[in-house]
Each structure stands twice: as C-alpha cells, then as structure tokens.
C-alpha cells in the first residue's frame, strides 16, 4: 500500500514561513520523482516544485526563490521550506510521488494539508 502524508501546514502571517513535510511509503523511494502541488478555492491544482530521484530541482515562477523543495531517501522524506509566505500562497499543498518508465507510470498523492496566509 502506497502512502503520502503531509504535516506543517498552519496559519502563519504575511511574510512568515513553513515547513511541509511529506512521508512516503510502499514505493521504491529513490526511483521517484517527488512533488509539491497546490491548490486554491476554485483553482486547478498546481505544479509548487519537484526534486527528481537524483536530487534535480525545479520550481514555478510562483515560488521561486521563496520555496526549496529537498529530500531525505533514508527516511523518505521530502520537504517544502516556504519563506516570506503571500497570502496569494494560501492553499491546500499536496505531496506527489511520480515515476515513468517503458513498462508503464505509477502517480500518488496524499491528503493534503491545509497552508493559510494571512494578509
């Protein structure tokens, strides 16, 4: 069974930072790409940032230079460190696991937790 839990999200005032967490388990952790996704009130969900299997990051616009996407494969864990938060940031942020291969893809999310910026 495939897991992804999310934890730190909160309250936080304009300009303030979190820290999200995600774990993982029932996947080959090392072989995935992992990903941060938000989504807004009546908002499509969208892309945060993603850290491939070999520690290459990307990031959108939105969170660049503001937001660093790391990892830790022993303990499976991915993080998302958020600093001087907008409220525009305010959203559900949700963990992604990924992977693409010639025999097929697998893509799992986990519940979410809940980040709100207050202005």
């Known amino acids: 069974q495939v897991q992804l839990v999310e934890s730190g999200g909160g309250l936080v005032q304009t300009g303030g930072s979190l820290r999200l967490s995600c774990a993982a388990s029932?996947?080959?952790?090392?072989?995935?790409?992992m990903g941060w996704y938000r989504q807004a009130p009546g908002k499509q969900r969208e892309l945060v940032a993603t850290?491939?299997?070999?520690?290459?990051?990307n990031y959108a616009d939105s969170g660049k230079g503001r937001f660093t996407i790391s990892k830790d494969n022993a303990q499976k864990l991915v993080y998302l460190q958020m600093n001087n938060l907008k409220p525009e940031d305010t959203a559900v942020y949700y963990c992604?696991?990924?992977?693409?291969?010639?025999?097929?893809?697998?893509?799992?999310w986990g519940q979410g937790t809940q980040v709100t910026v207050s202005s």
């Open positions: 850290i491939t299997g070999g520690g290459r990051t």
């Open positions: 029932g996947i080959i952790f090392n072989i995935y790409t």
């Open positions: 992604n696991a990924n992977r693409r291969a010639a025999g097929g893809s697998n893509n799992y």
